[in-house]
């Protein structure tokens, strides 16, 4: 399978400033990455599809302007949390679409986000 | 719309017990069915998976029935090992046209399963 790869591992920021979490697909080139948030003891709750070159699709309920996602390149996404608060810290994932068969996922390890 | 029902864990086990982990799912269509294991500081992987109705996925000794009729996908396995201790994550994917993703996926809850020797 596809290897994916997240950093930083592990973040703790300020109230009130910005992270920026990285995810790389190191050995295929992803035309599409998904970012998931997953809470202590619960299910991967997906926040957006990523495309490359296009805008990202966000689910509903999730912030554009908060959870802003860049796919510039076919190894990498990234997902910069703006303005985080503490209500922001969370178990951010990546995973990339598989090709193929694309509805197969390749997931990174996470990132551990805690802001203070 | 879709979604993903899971039995509540923790389950706990002793070494070559036998496993059953539940899930039910709601879907409009014609999903996919996933198990995906998270092993203690990994990302997921993916465990098997079907893609059809009486298909039945298989790996590492665990295997799991897409059952349409009753809208289930239970993972078991016949003698679970200390190794298998993971969370494990029911999910359904569902084809979506417009041009979005092929491959977007619901989870369940996760079940956290311990194995002691």
């Known amino acids: 399978g596809a290897v994916v790869s997240q950093h930083p591992s592990r973040v703790i920021c300020k109230s009130g400033t910005s992270v920026k979490i990285e995810c790389r697909s190191l050995d295929f080139q992803a035309t599409t990455m998904f970012w998931y948030r997953q809470f202590p003891k619960q299910s991967l709750m997906l926040m957006a599809t990523s495309n490359e070159g296009s805008k990202a699709t966000y689910e509903q309920g999730v912030e554009k302007d908060k959870f802003l996602i860049n796919h510039a390149s076919l190894t990498l996404s990234t997902l910069t949390v703006t303005s985080a608060h503490p209500e922001d810290s969370s178990f951010y994932i990546c995973?990339?679409?598989?090709?193929?068969?694309?509805?197969?996922?390749?997931f990174g390890p996470g990132t551990r986000l805690t802001v203070l | 719309g879709n979604s993903v029902t899971q039995m509540e864990g923790p389950v706990t086990l002793s070494e070559e017990a036998f496993l059953t982990i539940n899930c039910t799912y709601t879907a409009t269509g014609y999903p996919s069915l996933f198990w995906y294991v998270q092993y203690p500081g990994e990302g997921l992987q993916l465990l098997l998976k079907?893609?059809?109705?009486?298909d039945k996925g298989s790996n590492k000794g665990f295997e799991a029935t897409y059952r349409k009729e009753t809208t289930s996908f239970h993972l078991e396995k016949g003698s679970v090992q200390v190794s298998d201790s993971a969370v494990y994550f029911c999910?359904?994917?569902?084809?979506?046209?417009?041009?979005?993703?092929?491959?977007?996926?619901?989870f369940g809850q996760g079940t956290i399963l311990t194995v002691h020797p």
């Open positions: 079907a893609t059809k109705a009486d």
């Open positions: 999910a359904l994917s569902e084809a979506s046209g417009g041009g979005t993703s092929y491959g977007k996926l619901t």
């Open positions: 995973s990339t679409e598989g090709v193929p068969p694309r509805d197969t996922q390749y």
